[in-house]
């Protein structure tokens, strides 16, 4: 184990499980990777700092794997309810405090919650409303939920707005901030208030998402 890095075990190589695996590693993370799938063990064996073949439904089988030495533990085992149920558990009972855990129903959502998970995850939900935002709008290109309906927007400037301030917007009219401007690589901040807009720049707002929208329409 890492002793100046988070280690993590992710139980469930798919591709959600492993996406957040080798991100985690990519960032400079112990990855313990779990599955019983051969096939996916050996694929990730070699970017992983461990991919093993263990049966997460087994507490004496995770403990033997090293798992209960994790700081955090991700089940990415949504579409099969019993395994994701018993290896969180089992992770809880080799004590592993902080669990992730993916969800695929209401029902599996509120079993994990009651099991203690930290925090459950609907990767296909999320992915849905972040397609359905930016097929609604094409001018946002990302954005990310704060909650209490405030998100950040990262906003593509329209072609109308070439060679415009930011204070020609009139942010305050729509209670929107703006974080800053990207041009490129470049981040320009509050400089954006005085140079002008060129075609490809990027445009971050904080706001909520009926002001969000708002402005976006009167462009």
Known sequence: ????????????????????????????????????????????????????????????????????????????????????????????????????????????HRILNHIGVERVIHPEVRMGEQVAQILHNPLIRDYVSLGNTFHVVNMRIPEALTGKCLRDLDLKRFDLRCLGVMRGTEFIGRDGDTCEFEGDDMLLLLGRRKDLRAFTQSL
């Not at 050996?42 to 033997?64: C, G, K, N, T």
């Not at 080799?94 to 993916?102: L, N």
Request: hydrophobic share 45%; glycine share 10%; proline share 1%.
């Open 1 to 108: 184990m890492a002793n100046n890095a988070t280690n993590f075990a992710v139980i469930g190589l798919g591709n959600f499980g492993s996406t957040v695996a080798t991100e985690l590693k990519r960032f400079g993370n112990y990855v313990i990777g779990i599955d019983m799938d051969e096939g996916r063990v050996s694929r990730h064996a070699e970017p992983l700092d461990q991919a093993l073949i263990v049966d997460a439904r087994s507490d004496e089988a995770l403990r033997d794997a090293g798992v209960g030495e994790c700081d955090v533990g991700v089940v990415a085992l949504g579409h099969d309810f019993e395994a994701s149920v018993l290896a969180t558990m089992n992770l809880r009972l080799i004590g592993v405090d902080k669990i992730w855990a993916k969800a695929v129903s209401k029902t599996h």
